[in-house]
């Protein structure tokens, strides 16, 4: 697997690799990290969250459909900007005071997978790498 150069446009989403309308293949929790193995048009992705702090998902099933996988980090969304739009992002991880002050240090990124169909996932976690198989 070859690690890729994750690119954001001004609104966070993940630009580069092209993620959109990819399918979930498999999701896997291990230790603190959560991998995601995605397929779009014959190439396959791998997602992996490293050092996860926070997870939330609901409604994994096959034929999975990623809208838009967006990368929060302090840089691109204040921690008062994240707090504000919760109900525009849809958050459901529970951001306590410890953990946004990590947060807003850049300890910690706020990744949101948008679906269309199947999938909602939330990971706050300390990397994110994405890789080509």
């Known amino acids: 697997m070859t690690e890729i150069q994750i690119v954001l446009n001004d609104a966070a989403e993940v ?15 291990e230790d603190e990290s959560v991998t995601l193995s995605l397929k779009e048009r014959g190439d396959k992705f791998v997602v992996n969250f490293v050092g996860v702090e926070q997870l939330f998902m609901t409604r994994f099933c096959g034929q999975n ?10 840089t691109n969304c204040p921690a008062e900007d994240l707090i504000k739009s919760s109900q ?12 946004m002050g990590r947060y807003e240090n850049g300890e910690l990124i706020y990744s949101i997978l948008y679906p269309s169909a ?16």
């Not at 990819?22 to 929790?29: Q, T, Y």
Request: aromatic fraction near 2%; include cysteine; charge should be negative.
């Open 15 to 29: 630009v580069v690799p092209p993620l959109h309308d990819a399918e979930v293949i498999s999701l896997k929790v």
């Open 65 to 74: 459909v990623i809208l838009d996988l967006l990368l929060l980090n302090h």
């Open 118 to 133: 199947g999938l909602h996932l939330q990971v706050l976690s300390r990397e994110v790498r994405v890789y080509q198989n």
């Open 88 to 99: 525009r992002l849809g958050l459901k991880c529970d951001l306590d005071t410890e953990t």
